[in-house]
C-alpha cells in the first residue's frame, strides 16, 4: 500500500454512468473512503454507496447541486467532518444542453458552463488548499474528447470540457511542487445516460469499434489517483478507443 | 469561525511559525527579511495567508499578496485588515 496521508475522496456527479463506476473502483480497489456525490437522483447514489459496501468498501452519499455557488464548501466541509481531509476530487458531475449555436440560448450556456466548468474550478479552489498543505492531492477532472475537437450542436459543451482541459493544466502547474497533482480524463463516445440518443452511427467512426464502457474511464482515473502516476500531472488522459487518435 | 485577536506580536507569531513550517529556518526570519531572500514564493505566501485566515479571520486576496515583499510587510497588512 501507498504511504498517502489519511483523507477521503470526492466524486461529483457519481449517482450513476462514469462517476459511479471511478467512485467504486477507488473505495473498493484502492481503499479510500469515497463522498458519492448526486444532484437529485438520491436512490442512485445510495445504490452505488450500498454497492461499494456490500464489496468491502466505505462510502457515503453526499447530497449537492454543485454548479450552485457555495456547494462546494457544503459538499466539502460535510466529507472532512465525517472522514477528514478530502485529498482525492474527481470532478466528473457534467451536463449537456445540445442545440447550435444559432439556436443555443443563454440558459444552455450558462447551465453547461456552470456544471462542466465553473463547479469544477470552485471545488478544486476549495479543495487544493487542504492538499496543498497536507503535501498530498489528487485531482482528476473528466473532461471530453469533445472540446480539443470539434462536434457540431455541442458548442457550449465543447467550450466547457475544452475549458476545463486549459484548467487542469493550469493549476497542475501551479501546485505540482506540494505533492498535487492534476490531470484530466478525455472520454469519448462512452456507454451512458448522458451519451444515450447520439446515435449508432457514431460508432463507425470509432476505430476500436465499440463503446466505452464507465470501467474504462474508471481504470484511467483509478491510475492518475495512483502512487504510479504520482509524476503524472497537467495532461489529458484520452480514453476513446482511438476516435481522436 | 473563532478567531484570535490580532495583535502585532500574536500575528508575528504565526506569521514566523506559518513559515518555517514552509521551509525558512526561524534564525533567518525578522521584519525586514523578503520573501525573495527566503524563497518564499507565490504559493507559500497562499499557504500563509490561509493560516493567518484561519486564526484571525482576515482574508487575503491575490492582489493584496502580490505587494507584499518582507516579513514585516505581511505582519503589518494582517494587522492593518484586522483593525
Known sequence: MSSRPEGCALVTGASRGIGAAIATTLAVDDGWTVGVNFRSDEAGAQRVVEGIEEAGGRAAPVAGDVAQRGSDEKVLAELEERFGPV????????????????????????????????AAFRLTRRAVRTMVRARFGRIVNVASVVGPKANAGQANYAASKAGLIGFTRTVA????????????????????????GLGPELLDAVPARRAGTPEDVAACVRFLISDHASYVTGTTLTVDGGLSA | ????????????????????????????????????????????????????????????????????????????????RAK
Open chain 2, 1 to 80: 469561525m473563532s478567531t484570535d485577536t490580532a495583535t502585532p506580536e500574536q500575528v508575528e507569531k504565526v506569521v514566523y511559525d506559518a513559515l518555517v513550517e514552509i521551509g525558512p529556518e526561524r534564525d533567518q526570519l525578522h521584519r525586514d527579511a523578503t520573501f525573495e531572500e527566503l524563497d518564499v514564493d507565490s504559493l507559500d505566501l497562499a499557504e500563509v495567508s490561509q493560516v493567518v485566515e484561519e486564526h484571525f479571520g482576515v482574508q487575503l486576496k491575490g492582489d493584496d499578496v502580490s505587494q507584499i515583499r518582507t516579513v514585516g510587510d505581511a505582519v503589518d497588512l494582517v494587522v492593518n
Open chain 1, 87 to 118: 485529498l482525492v476530487l474527481v470532478n466528473n458531475a457534467g451536463m449537456r444542453a445540445d442545440g447550435l449555436t444559432v439556436q443555443l440560448d443563454d440558459d444552455a450556456w450558462d447551465q453547461v458552463l456552470a456544471t462542466n466548468l465553473s
Open chain 1, 173 to 196: 502547474v501551479e501546485v505540482a511542487r506540494r505533492g498535487v497533482t492534476v490531470n484530466a480524463v478525455a472520454p469519448g463516445l462512452i456507454e451512458t445516460d448522458l451519451t444515450e
